[in-house]
């Protein structure tokens, strides 16, 4: 246990879990669905794990960026429908034994995604079907290989073309009119036009999709302080809900915080001019340590 987890009493950071790998390099975690075989289609194993992940992960200190992706030819085709319990309890309902239950376990995944305060850094290729569709708009950055297609499968089995959070991000992210096609007629809309709509940040070949959302990761690791950049993410997802006055508030709150760091001390040293000299002389006094 680090002192870090002892002085705050914190559970000891075990990143194993059954229904994804996590690959740590240096500050950022590499997460995958790992279920290759089902098209990384949800089961309750693999988001009890993903949720069970974003819980604690928030909580590390040392991982500051999170690329998200799926082993495979997939990203995520949606829920794993082998996965209903058709044999229901006799005092309890279909709706509520599998239907409830399962959607809240669905939608705690972009509740969680939301609430962790690392960026998360979707490195998608394959389909990214129903819930996978909604995983995709969670992320608040995202790069596509070349064969990712989106597509609203719910409707095709008679459900609402979205959930988890779909309604409200893809909106956000290309537009109501466009959003609404995505959404109503359950066409499999491809990487490239996806960029063109602004849903992607790059399009690249399959086998560049992770070291491509790694370097963004380092780009971001590199300019920035960890809590500033924490902070960054907060006020970026409040602003989709708050008026501008509240908005200029959680960033002037922010900004206060910010600056009470030691770090944020390092930083104004750093950009003296009268300091230049000593700052490439004593890199290490002037580097980001979250503190």
């Not at 950071?13 to 229904?19: H, K, L, R, S, V």
């Not at 990761?217 to 008026?243: H, V, W, Y």
Request: contains cysteine.
């Amino acid at each position: 246990m680090s002192v870090y987890q002892e002085a705050y009493h914190l559970p000891e950071f075990n990143y194993d879990f059954e229904g994804l790998t996590i690959e740590q390099r240096g500050q950022i975690h590499i997460v995958k669905f790992n279920d290759a075989k089902n098209l990384n289609a949800m089961s309750y194993a693999q988001m009890r794990d993903f949720n069970d992940y974003l819980k604690l992960v928030r909580y590390d200190k040392d991982v500051r960026v999170i690329v998200l992706g799926g082993d495979g030819k997939s990203f995520c085709a949606g829920f794993n429908l082998n996965d209903l319990n058709l044999e229901v309890p006799e005092d309890m309902g279909r709706a509520q034994r599998d239907f409830y239950i399962m959607q809240t376990i669905c939608s705690d995944q972009v509740v969680n995604m939301r609430n962790c305060p690392q960026i998360i850094i979707g490195a998608l290729t394959g389909h990214a079907i129903g819930g996978g569709l909604s995983l995709s708009c969670a992320c608040d950055l995202r790069v596509l290989g070349e064969s990712y297609k989106m597509q609203a499968g719910y409707l095709n089995i008679a459900l609402t073309g979205t959930d988890m959070s779909g309604s409200y991000y893809l909106p956000r992210i290309v537009g109501f009119a466009r959003a609404t096609e995505i959404l109503t007629t359950a066409r499999r809309i491809g990487a490239a036009e996806l960029l063109e709509w602004g849903f992607a940040n790059r399009v690249v070949a399959d086998e560049d999709v992770v070291e491509t959302a790694v370097e963004m990761a380092q780009q971001m690791i590199k300019n920035s302080a960890p809590f500033g950049l924490r902070l960054t993410k907060e006020s970026l997802q409040t602003s989709l809900d708050n008026s501008f006055d509240t908005q200029i508030k959680m960033e002037n709150r922010n900004q206060v915080l910010a600056s009470q760091t030691e770090d944020a001390r390092r930083g104004v040293l750093k950009m003296n001019p009268k300091l230049r000299e000593d700052v490439k002389a004593n890199p290490q006094n002037y580097t980001f340590n979250n503190l």
